[in-house]
């Protein structure tokens, strides 16, 4: 059974960092991608960042030159840095592992085939 498991979360003061983590336990993360998504109250999920099998990533614009993702294949983990906090990152978090496909863009929900339960991420202002 193929677990993905969030933590790192809390609050925050803006300006302010926190760093997350998943880590995946049921499956190799080799040849996957991994990602982050997000939903804020009110809100529908959204993208915020993924990472490919070669370390290629991508990034939401709103999170650009803030936010950075890293993955460990060995630990079977991926770390979301998140600086620069602003009360508009105010949201649960997501971490995602998308199969390989070719026709994937890997930036929409649909990408990913599992999810985590999520983080809470709050950014006061």
């Known amino acids: 059974q193929v677990q993905l498991v969030e933590s790192g979360g809390g609050l925050v003061q803006s300006g302010g960092s926190l760093r997350l983590s998943c880590v995946i336990s049921g499956r190799t993360m080799c040849g996957s991608a991994m990602a982050w998504f997000r939903r804020a109250p009110g809100k529908e999920r959204e993208f915020v960042s993924y990472?490919?099998?070669?370390?290629?990533?991508s990034y939401a614009d709103s999170v650009k030159a803030r936010f950075t993702l890293s993955r460990d294949n060995a630990e079977k983990a991926v770390y979301l840095q998140m600086n620069s906090l602003e009360p508009e990152d105010t949201a649960v978090y997501y971490c995602a592992l998308g199969r390989f496909n070719s026709f994937k863009k890997y930036d929409r929900s649909p990408d990913y085939e599992f999810w985590g339960q999520g983080t809470q991420v709050t950014v006061s202002s």
């Open positions: 990472i490919l099998w070669n370390s290629n990533t």
